[in-house]
């Protein structure tokens, strides 16, 4: 059993993980000279549950400009490739709430559903290099103001840890 601030919690509460942190998005996309929507800042907490396909939720509050809510709810799973390196899949379903303006929602809904691998190497000893691949299905073009469509995209991230 885990021992949470001196508390012995029962061992089916091991699996749980929880983050939070906080995110600042620009919009080279859209008119800098306009302050109020080129940019913002958003606040989010995740929890997950690592069992069969790795349920997880993640909320993602918008506290500059959009003032709403984006909610993600998604399956994965992790596969040992061995020499520490790991390949990762899953799929998401993302909902819009609260009207999301900075991100052209003009309305709440079911939004997009993602799919995505990424595998996550290693580099001497505290350092992860992760390349990323996802595509993204739009499922109500509504949600969006019309403006998105089906896309790939992908990226790569470097993490330290010690």
């Keep these: 059993a885990a021992d949470f601030f001196g508390i012995d919690l029962p061992d089916y509460l091991d699996p749980i993980s929880?983050?939070?942190?906080?995110?600042?998005?620009?919009?080279?996309?859209?008119?800098?000279?306009?302050?109020?929507?080129?940019?913002?800042?958003?606040?989010?907490?995740?929890?997950?549950?690592?069992?069969l396909l790795q349920p997880s939720f993640t909320w993602y509050w918008d506290i500059d400009n959009g003032h709403g809510s984006y909610l993600l709810f998604g399956i994965g799973h992790s596969f040992d490739l061995g020499n520490d390196i790991s390949a990762d899949i899953?799929?998401?379903?993302?909902?819009?709430?609260?009207?999301?303006?900075?991100?052209?929602?003009?309305?709440?809904?079911?939004?997009d559903m993602n799919f995505?691998?990424?595998?996550?190497?290693?580099?001497?000893?505290y350092f992860t290099i992760t390349p990323t691949c996802s595509y993204s299905i739009i499922l109500d073009d509504s949600t969006y103001g019309d403006t998105a469509s089906n896309e790939f995209y992908g990226g790569v991230s470097i993490g330290f840890e010690y």
């Design 116 to 125: 995505t691998g990424s595998v996550s190497i290693p580099v001497f000893n």
């Design 18 to 51: 929880t983050s939070f942190g906080y995110i600042y998005y620009t919009f080279p996309h859209l008119d800098w000279k306009d302050k109020d929507v080129f940019d913002t800042h958003e606040l989010y907490v995740s929890i997950s549950y690592d069992c």
């Design 90 to 111: 899953g799929m998401t379903v993302g909902y819009v709430g609260n009207k999301m303006l900075t991100m052209g929602c003009p309305r709440s809904g079911f939004a």
